[in-house]
């Protein structure tokens, strides 16, 4: 091979490997090849169409659903909330319940399949595609009066005559308060062992350890678990 048609080769070789360009290379536009501009075409529809979002609005504000609401002691009773659509949120359901039942509105819980059900969601955000869904109710505390406790009477100190001294205080026993406080004393006494026994006979019955068990159960969002540490908890009462 001569010397001409290595070279040749070689420079074969070079041009068809890519160029490699530094870092700092600034290239001049007017070196560019002429190009016809590019135009875009038009679209169709300059806005996008809603008109399917607003027909599945309509027909979700349509359709109506029936709450079936069960308490979950099962002693108490079934309400049904009808009327009720599927952009209905979880707080409408409960307002409804609360009138026809006479609860307090704060103390009602409603559960989804064993799930705790937010106030501002709705039925369809929830999964609700039926007619017809089924809520368990909990009441929060069991819906009764919380106790008071009883007040006790503050006495006043009592200023006892001096021992020496001609000056002498006559003191009116009937405004003496000695006796008025300890008939305070005695009656807070008697209430107190009137509270405790009424805790007594709380703790004896049912209605206590169920509503510890839906508390448990909504805390921990799991029943099963909820129902076994309630359990824990009453044998370990009942062997103090």
Known sequence: MSEISFAKSFLASLDKRAIKLPADHVSD?????????????????PFPRKGATSTASQQAKQKTVTATLKPMRGSGETITVAD???TSTIHDVKTSYAQQSGQPQDKI??????????????LQELGVEGETVELSVMIIGGGGSAATTPAVEK???VMSAPLGGDDKMDVDSSQTPAPASEKAQAEADGKADAQAGTVAEMLKGEEFWADLK????????????GEKLAKVFREAYGKR
């Open 155 to 157: 006495s006043e100190p």
């Open 109 to 122: 819980k409603l559960l989804l399949n064993k799930k705790p059900a937010a106030d501002l969601k709705t």
């Open 29 to 45: 536009a007017k070196k560019y090849p002429a190009q016809s501009p590019f135009t875009l075409p038009r679209q169709t529809h």
């Open 84 to 86: 009720l659509t599927l």
């Open 214 to 225: 839906g508390f448990l159960a909504q805390r921990l969002r799991d029943e099963g678990e």
